[in-house]
């Protein structure tokens, strides 16, 4: 079992920067895909990023790329999602995921953390 810890939401205006958290326990999160998803009122969760266990690679949705850099600190097991030029549509409480080795879907989440985005 692994337990996800995200860390680092709050109010920020319009063109600033946040960078969340995601603080692991219970096993190592080398061995999984790790993720970020986020869910704004009213709407269905959505995928931000991702990034590989062993090589790194990463993905972003197309609504972030460019401003969003998903990372990971396997010694600390924990991963990052550092948030720049924040655009009011980008307010949503965000999730850390983690998919097993092997798992077709992400099978362990956070609880989330608030990003509000002030214009």
């Known amino acids: 079992q692994v337990q996800l810890v995200e860390s680092g939401g709050g109010l920020v205006q319009a063109g600033g920067s946040l960078r969340l958290s995601c603080a692991a326990s219970?096993?190592?999160?080398?061995?999984?895909?790790m993720g970020w998803f986020r869910q704004p009122p009213g709407k269905e969760r959505e995928f931000v990023a991702r990034i590989n266990e062993n090589e790194g690679i990463t993905y972003y949705a197309d609504s972030v790329k460019g401003r969003f850099t998903i990372s990971r600190d396997n010694a600390k097991n924990t991963v990052y999602l550092q948030m720049n030029s924040l655009r009011p549509e980008d307010a949503a409480v965000y999730y850390c995921a983690a998919r097993s080795r092997g798992a077709p879907l992400f099978n362990y989440w956070g609880q989330g953390t608030q990003v509000t985005v002030s214009s």
């Open positions: 219970g096993r190592t999160l080398s061995t999984y895909v």
